[in-house]
């Protein structure tokens, strides 16, 4: 049955509230979330209103004033806010949050509870006495169930639709607990509304009892298709295991089809494992619709192809089943760059933002022309993973102890959970704490220039560097990183950019000084016939690995002064992305890997570095510009 979404009409009454939505406080932090409300980001025991559950709840509140049925409402607004609700508990919001004298319905309802109210004193003997066995055919009922209980052990047969796990706690009294998630990550993965998830970080965390786990509440549901992939079959093996001790319990008669490698529950829910080794296998997966989908170790794939074309398989025809898409992995492995750049950096951990665009940070939205125009396509979260959330692994500290053996960067990754290192990285000793600083004004005398790699199909990188006249450290204050940009574009864009800047000089992609066909002028001669004054990177044989150790000589700090040889503002997010993650050449040379492609970044910060910069000096004086290596194309017009 499909509710219609339509309940705000201009006919209706209007969105009034008799008490106002204010933020609370609780108790402690595993106090059941009021229903509307959020965590605070600061405070984590004060609760404030949630603007995205707001605008359905009030149009909700609209619906029962017009009339609607409360128990269809209900079920509405929890498919539209991803978090159940019952009947009874919107009708206690109504009644608290709306005034008679604005909900004719309301005002009828209160109406008929007194025309039922009992009058005479017989009245009152007969209500009293209606009451009494009410109240004793509930005991009745209890004492049975509690007699059920004591001959045959009851089982629980899902994981709570309403995330409230305290609550349920409390309902497991004679009952024998299959799951109870740890306090802490593992509840808040499982209670997460945001589309898509990342649970990551140490080893040991909960991550893959959270992951099999957090599907189970969908079992009851005869519409629910779930896939859960792991990189290889053998990788998945553990994983199938564990859900063979889980699943037959939670659902008895749950039964495991090997051959087709998927979960059949007695609803007529399926649920696959199975695996994604390489790009193409996602084809195997074409013209099928999933309610859920989830990755373990998602840094195991080197690309994000597999995650972004497996979203195009997440849909469903029910209305009260929500969509989702979740994934584990620790630090590290082939994909931690992108990985990294889609959950770890657009936000702070724990913090829900709206999708972003990995290569350009833009975050995603409704185009222009579009009915919701504007309007985030949806939303993300990162979970941080900790060893010390897992009690079963802490205890004792054997398994604490083994991580703590490994060698620096494998302890980082997997006991500290650190996004900021990753396997194989060409600049290990990038360090966000040391080469990054808060942005700050620059004196006007510091000498200051640019560097530049351009590329329209990719993308084109431009940094701005300052020269601290103190100990010569490179300060890179500024950065543009922008595609399909032509000369053209890209010199109007860098004007603008460093207007009222004086800047000394400019290096650029030597590739940029190539001819086009016979007659027509290079991108480097458009873009200095507009203003954009460039001269030619080092392109000399040897040129990369030069370039690449004196990026490592710049990074050191100074053992007596505590200073590095350069420093990023933070606002440079692509380069201070990039450089953790740039992986070394496998061959064993002195270079990054080859096959990497987001070097833009990195490659337009190593012509700048090489290109001899220094503070400016009374000797400087009297010696000229250097005279350009490279003939114009036009000699009339110089360019």
């Known amino acids: 049955m499909v509710y219609s979404s339509c309940l705000l009409n201009k006919q209706m009454a209007k969105t009034t509230l008799n008490k106002p939505w204010e933020d609370r406080t609780r108790k402690n932090d595993r106090q059941k979330m009021p229903y509307g409300y959020r965590a605070d980001e600061v405070d984590p025991l004060r609760v404030v209103p949630n603007e995205d559950m707001l605008p359905f709840i009030y149009e909700a509140l609209d619906g029962l004033d017009a009339g609607h049925s409360t128990r269809k409402t209900a079920e509405w607004l929890s498919m539209k806010t991803g978090v159940k609700l019952s009947h009874q508990g919107l009708s206690n919001i109504w009644k608290r949050n709306r005034s008679p004298k604005d909900s004719p319905v309301l005002k009828e309802l209160n109406r008929r509870k007194r025309a039922r109210k009992p009058k005479t004193p017989e009245d009152k003997i007969l209500a009293a006495a209606k009451r009494k066995r009410a109240d004793a055919k509930r005991l009745v009922t209890i004492a049975e169930k ?5 001959e045959e052990p009851a089982e629980i ?3 709570s639709d309403t995330l409230d796990f305290n609550a349920a706690r409390q309902q497991t ?6 799951f109870e998630p740890n306090p802490g990550p593992q509840t808040d993965f499982l209670a997460a509304v945001e589309r898509e998830v990342l649970y990551g970080g140490s080893a040991g965390g909960g991550k893959s009892y959270g992951l099999l786990a957090d599907p189970a509440r969908y079992f009851a549901h005869p519409a629910f298709n779930g896939l859960l992939l792991r990189r290889t079959n053998d990788e998945l093996r553990e994983l199938v295991w564990k859900s063979q001790e889980l699943y037959p319990k939670m659902y008895p008669g749950a039964k495991w089809q090997e051959k087709k490698s998927q979960w059949v529950f007695p609803s007529g829910a399926k649920f696959w494992m199975t695996y994604l080794e390489r790009d193409q296998d996602v084809l195997r997966y074409q013209g099928q619709a999933f309610s859920y989908i989830a990755f373990d170790e998602l840094t195991q794939h080197a690309t994000p192809f597999a995650w972004d074309y497996m979203r195009s398989r997440l849909r469903t025809t029910a209305p009260d089943l929500p969509i989702f898409m979740r994934a584990t992995t620790n630090p590290g492995g082939p994909g931690h760059g992108w990985v990294k750049k889609m959950f770890i950096d657009p936000a702070p951990a724990n913090v829900a933002f709206g999708a972003t665009d990995i290569d350009t940070g833009v975050t995603l939205a409704y185009p222009e022309g579009h ?12 979970i941080p993973a900790n060893l010390h959330d897992n009690p079963y692994l802490v205890e004792g500290g054997q398994y604490e102890a083994n991580l703590l053996s490994l060698p620096e960067m494998q302890r980082r990754q997997l006991l500290e959970g650190d996004w900021n290192v990753a396997d194989g990285a060409a600049f290990s000793e990038f360090k966000q704490s040391v080469h990054v600083v808060e942005p700050y004004e620059i004196p006007k005398d510091w000498r200051r220039f640019r560097s530049c790699d351009y590329g329209y199909s990719s993308y084109s990188a431009v940094h701005w560097f300052a020269i601290d006249p103190s100990y010569e450290t490179l300060i ?8 399909k940009h032509t000369g053209r574009d890209l010199a109007r864009a860098v004007l603008e950019a460093e ?3 004086s800047i000394s000089y400019g290096v650029l992609d030597s590739s940029c000084w190539h001819n086009r066909g016979q007659l027509g002028p290079s991108i480097a001669e458009e873009m200095i016939a507009m203003g954009c004054r460039w001269r030619p990177s080092d392109r000399t044989a040897g040129a990369r690995i030069a370039g690449k150790n004196r990026f490592h000589e710049v990074m050191k700090v100074d053992p007596i002064t505590g200073v590095p040889g350069m420093v990023f503002f933070n606002t440079c997010r692509q380069i201070i992305a990039d450089l953790p993650v740039i992986p070394s050449d496998p061959k064993g040379t002195d270079d990054i890997d080859p096959r990497y492609a987001s070097d833009h970044s990195y490659d337009s910060v190593r012509y700048g570095v090489m290109s001899r910069p220094r503070a400016f000096s009374p000797f400087d004086m009297g010696r000229g510009v250097p005279q350009q290596t490279w003939r114009p194309a036009d000699t009339t017009f110089g360019y």
């Open 173 to 178: 009294e004679n009952k024998e607990v299959i």
């Open 476 to 483: 890179v204050y500024r950065e543009l990183y922008v595609t």
């Open 371 to 382: 009915a919701q125009a504007g309007k985030l396509l949806f939303k993300r979260r990162f």
């Open 499 to 501: 207007r009222g800047d």
């Open 146 to 150: 509690k007699l059920a209980n004591l």
């Open 157 to 159: 047969t899902s994981v």
